[in-house]
T-cell receptor
Framework: EDQVTQSPEALRLQEGESSSLNCSYT??????LFWYRQDPGKGPEFLFT???AGEEKEKERLKATLTKKESFLHITAPKPEDSATYLC?????????????FGKGTKLSVKP | NAGVTQTPKFQVLKTGQSMTLQCAQD?????MYWYRQDPGMGLRLIYYSASEGTTDKGEVPNGYNVSRLNKREFSLRLESAAPSQTSVYFC???????????FGEGSWLTVV
């Protein structure tokens, strides 16, 4: 069964304390791996798309990496404004299924 | 540059009432989606439209209908609302199936 699992469910960091969020996936034929940020009361905001193992993408304090079984979202020297829920999702190759398979998210809290 | 716009943002319905959630995108995207998000369940696909004139069921279509009115607009209808349909609904769009999905701000629906 296709599945996306994110860990930890919640993460509390002090400002400046770097860490990583994990996204493990079991998908038969990965077309792309997506990362989103979701603030309370808002829709998910697109961050990155990764297409192949070894690929990395960066944006400000965030860096996303991809292996054949998992993706990591590394947060370097986080600030309180990085507090949000981070979602990952996998898209499959082939077929007519339009679904992204979403994980349940990691809720990140960054304290000053 | 509005992106994906949903209306209404908040709605309270009585069991058995009907309503339609409206969605429009201004990015000239071919594919559109309706998701629901529930605590502990993550984002689940209700229906999607790969292109104008087509619609397909997603993971949780029961109790819903959709209409792709034109390339810009994709509506979700609840014919006879049930308390189990209390949720946050997100409309989304992408250039084509499997590409990056961009979300609206959400519609909060409560069925009493």
């Amino acid at each position: 069964e296709d599945q996306v699992t994110q860990s930890p469910e919640a993460l509390r960091l002090q400002e400046g304390e770097s860490s990583s969020l994990n996204c493990s996936y079991t998908v038969s034929g990965l077309r792309g791996l997506f990362w989103y940020r979701q603030d309370p009361g808002k829709g998910p905001e697109f961050l990155f798309t990764l297409y192949s193992a070894g690929e990395e993408k960066e944006k400000e304090r965030l860096k996303a990496t991809l292996t054949k079984k998992e993706s990591f979202l590394h947060i370097t020297a986080p600030k309180p404004e990085d507090s949000a829920t981070y979602l990952c999702a996998a898209a499959k190759t082939g077929g007519s299924q339009g679904n992204l398979i979403f994980g349940k998210g990691t809720k990140l809290s960054v304290k000053p | 540059n509005a992106g994906v716009t949903q209306t209404p943002k908040f709605q309270v319905l009585k069991t058995g009432q009907s309503m339609t959630l409206q969605c429009a995108q201004d990015m000239n995207h071919n594919s559109m989606y309706w998701y629901r998000q529930d605590p502990g369940m993550g984002l689940r696909l209700i229906y999607y439209s790969a292109s104008e004139g087509t619609t397909d069921k997603g993971e949780v279509p029961n109790g819903y209908n959709v209409s792709r009115l034109n390339k810009r607009e994709f509506s979700l209808r609840l014919e006879s609302a049930a308390p189990s349909q209390t949720s946050v609904y997100f409309c989304a769009s992408s250039e084509k199936l499997g590409n990056t999905i961009y979300f609206g701000e959400g519609s909060w629906l409560t069925v009493v």
